[in-house]
């Protein structure tokens, strides 16, 4: 049986610990002369100083095409100055079809003797296939890019098999169905960690390179919190100028190993107790105000350090579509008929379950119409269906029973309430006992856990919260 690149990249990232790539980029302005040979022995003695703590290494083309023939006779020259064991993934992102995509693996592979390569994957899967013809040698498929233009296409906004996607997520879920041959990787800029860790969870086994760190100011332990496999693997941290230009780059290349390994520790710890927590989510609800910190009076007079409103969703389109989706995958294991939204703040996010899934729904309301039907619960059921309960927050349950008895009184059966955020102030236990089971996408306990870890709010306020929710169960 073949060995597939990734599998000789695992190999390695085992027996040497590291996740470090080291670029091999030779700009004008770190070189004595402008020459290919300048390049070729600029690079030569970056390997040297590198090979024992290099996962991979990744010479850019661009920079020895500039030469003309000499550098790309450079190129091939440094390519095979790399230790055997160590992969080399060669940056070119080409891009094409048919006979010039032919031409092109042919290029990278056979002439030059990369074992990986970069694609442009906009073309489509035909223009892919000559690179993943042999398992041996893979493509790395740019998915979101570090620069700051990456928006500007990549997170355009898709519907693809009832699913609200954007541009990027799509070419991550594509990646999934082409890896036939264990040979495909992705492209996700450190830049980018809530990108990163979106990309993670719909590839969760593909290796992703994640350029980014040092120079255009990707932050190390946020790139490997979000993007890192279950395993610990699966990420590559390419560097190039903060070793390249550092005085001693042995030791800047250990010193990057070192932090790479901590956060590495630092990220499977903080795994254990924000796992399950979609980051996206959890961070649209800080930045569209949906979570609040400071004093706020609650209806019960209580003075509270936290407040949530959740019926912001609505001014935040994109994040309701994220939050509906979360509902949707904790409710395609329940059996219901058809969902009941509790007025005011779930109408909108039922409406946009239902929207995603198909789902029919239906709301008792608050009040009676004293004129037309006069009908307690709108929308169209047949007695005898079973429906789940949909609300934003589960505080003590108070709410739930009240609109338990409207669907029960209308011939309605009822055994499960679904809401965003438990906050965990005895509702669950409250429901429990009278028969019903609570589902929460998110507990608040998780989410301050998640937030915390992440620095996102000061540890005072944490602390404050998690004083109030101890008070408040006692």
Not at 227 to 252: K, N, T
Not at 385 to 391: G, K, L, T, Y
Request: charged fraction near 20%.
């Amino acid at each position: 049986m073949q060995t597939t690149f990734f599998s000789r990249l695992e190999e390695r990232a085992r027996q040497t610990g590291s996740l470090l790539c080291v670029g091999l980029d030779p700009h004008p302005a770190d070189l004595p002369q402008p020459t290919a040979m300048a390049a070729r022995e600029f690079s030569l003695r970056l390997i040297e100083a590198t090979a024992d703590l290099a996962l991979a290494y990744k010479p850019n083309a661009a920079f020895f095409e500039a030469f003309g023939a000499e550098g790309w006779q450079a190129l091939a020259e440094v390519i095979r100055a790399v230790p055997p064991e160590i992969p080399v993934i060669l940056d070119v992102k080409r891009g094409d079809i048919s006979s010039t995509a032919e031409a092109y693996a042919r290029a990278c592979f056979d002439g030059l003797g990369a074992q990986a390569v970069t694609l442009n994957p906009y073309l489509g899967h035909d223009s892919l296939l000559p690179f993943l013809q042999d398992p041996q040698r893979a493509a790395f498929l740019l998915c979101k890019t570090s620069n700051p233009g990456a928006a500007d296409l990549q997170d355009l906004p898709l519907y693809a098999d009832g699913r609200h996607l954007r541009l990027f997520e799509q070419v991550a879920l594509l990646a999934q169905t082409w890896n036939v041959n264990d040979n495909i990787g992705l492209v996700v800029g450190a830049t980018h960690p809530a990108a990163l860790a979106d990309v993670r969870r719909l590839a969760p086994d593909l290796w992703i390179l994640a350029p980014g760190v040092g120079a255009q100011g990707g932050d190390l332990n946020a790139a490997l919190a979000a993007g890192l496999r279950a395993d610990g693997l699966g990420l590559l941290i390419p560097v190039s100028r903060a070793i390249s230009r550092a005085a001693d780059p042995h030791q800047a290349a250990l010193e990057l190993h070192q932090a790479i390994s901590s956060a590495r520790q630092a990220a499977a710890a903080s795994a254990v107790t924000t796992k399950g927590v979609p980051e996206r989510l959890a961070e649209g609800l800080l930045q569209a105000g949906c979570v609040r910190f400071g004093q706020f009076k609650l209806k019960s007079g209580l003075m509270s350090p936290i407040y949530i409103d959740l019926r912001q969703l609505v001014s935040h389109p994109d994040l309701l579509a994220e939050a509906a989706t979360a509902y949707v995958n904790l409710l395609q294991p329940l059996q219901f008929d058809r969902m009941a939204a509790l007025p005011y703040a779930a109408l909108p996010i039922a409406t946009a379950i239902s929207l995603q899934s198909g789902w029919p729904m239906i709301y008792p309301r608050k009040e009676v119409k004293a004129y037309g039907t006069r009908a307690e619960i709108e929308g169209e059921f047949s007695e005898g269906e079973r429906v789940v309960v949909i609300d934003d927050l589960a505080t003590t349950g108070g709410s739930k029973f009240e609109a338990i008895e409207k669907l029960t009184q209308a011939g309605l059966s009822v055994q499960d309430v679904v809401v965003l955020i438990d906050r965990q102030s005895g509702a669950a236990e409250a429901l429990a006992k009278a028969g019903f089971r609570l589902h929460a996408v998110l507990t608040l306990t998780a989410l301050l856990d998640y937030w915390e870890q992440r620095k996102r709010i000061p540890a005072d306020q944490i602390a404050a919260v998690r004083t109030f929710l101890k008070e408040t169960q006692a």
